[in-house]
């Protein structure tokens, strides 16, 4: 009976024993098929297809950062941060609201020019009406228009004159590397000049209560304390979160 014990651990050490060895034997990953070499084919189509894959790869890894700087995003993250920042609540609303609120204001925005790029790029591409080429350009299209209509022509001369290249014809003609950055500080100049007004009731609020504090010699008192309660009732009073959402989603029109 006083061996019992010991013949059950040495029974259950075996037993993990096996088990992790069989477990390792199972869990070996097997060995990843050998990739076509496409680079040293014969068929050119072959090599193009590869090529393809690795940019829509590409594409892919970069979309979020498309996301944020080749539509409203900016704009909006940046006027719902200063908010905040004209509030004073530190971190209420908390940044995933702030970020899940500017991405829907996003996508209402920008449904148009999506709907648009689906309709004209998308859809004949799938359905093998247009080729790839043909695709990028018609998609290329609506997105082109939007920024160009957001971004302001002294930020475009900008990146003219630094690039050296000439002045385009028209609207139309103007490369995406020059349009790209022109449309990422014509949105944040329209950001913070949003952002400016937000920030003149809230300062108004904060020099009246700092004010008062002081005449009444209550010098300890912290003025956030009062003033806080007081922006926060006078936001809600004025229905601030439908007053903002109309004026930011307005400013695209």
Same mark, same amino acid.
């Given at each position: ?14 037993? &993990? ?26 068929? /050119? ?5 590869? #090529?393809? @894959?690795?940019?829509? #790869?590409?594409?892919? =890894?970069?979309?979020?950062? +498309? ?13 719902? =941060? ?16 702030? $970020?899940?609120?500017? #991405? ?16 004209? !790029? ?5 359905? &093998?009406?247009? !080729? ?8 290329? !299209? ?16 900008? %990146?003219?004159? @630094? ?11 103007? /490369?995406?590397? @020059?349009?790209?950055? =022109? ?6 100049? =329209?950001?913070?000049?949003?952002? %400016?007004?937000?920030? #003149? /009731?809230? +300062?108004?609020?904060? +020099? ?5 504090? *002081?005449? *009444? ?5 912290? /003025? ?5 309660p007081l922006k926060i009732l006078l %936001?809600?009073? $004025?229905? !601030?979160?439908?007053? @903002? ?9």
């Amino acid at each position: 009976m006083r061996g019992r014990p010991w013949r059950w651990a040495v029974a259950a050490a075996t037993a &993990g024993l096996l088990l992790a060895a069989a477990g390792g034997a199972w869990g070996q990953t097997p060995p990843l098929p050998a990739l076509p070499d496409a680079w040293t084919s014969d068929q /050119p189509d072959q090599v193009v297809l590869t #090529l393809r @894959i690795l940019l829509g #790869l590409a594409v892919l =890894s970069l979309a979020p950062a +498309l996301l944020m700087t080749l539509t409203s995003f900016t704009r909006i993250v940046i006027v719902l =941060s200063f908010l905040r920042s004209a509030l004073g609540t530190q971190q209420t609303p908390p940044n995933t609201v702030l $970020v899940g609120l500017a #991405l829907f204001l996003t996508l209402f925005v920008m449904h148009p020019v999506f709907d648009a790029i689906n309709t004209d !790029g998308v859809q004949p591409y799938l359905d &093998g009406e247009i !080729g790839y080429e043909a695709a990028i350009e018609r998609s290329a !299209g609506p997105l082109r228009e939007f920024m160009l209509a957001q971004t302001r022509e002294k930020d475009l001369a900008l %990146f003219y004159d @630094i690039s050296g290249l000439s002045r385009p014809a028209s609207a139309e003609d103007v /490369p995406f590397h @020059i349009l790209m950055p =022109s449309f990422v500080i014509s949105e944040l100049k =329209s950001a913070f000049q949003i952002g %400016f007004v937000l920030f #003149l /009731p809230f +300062l108004v609020i904060d +020099l009246v209560v700092a004010s008062a504090l *002081m005449s *009444m010699g209550m010098l300890m008192v912290p /003025p956030v304390m009062i003033s806080l309660p007081l922006k926060i009732l006078l %936001f809600v009073m $004025v229905d !601030g979160w439908y007053l @903002i959402t109309k004026s930011v989603v307005l400013s695209f029109a």
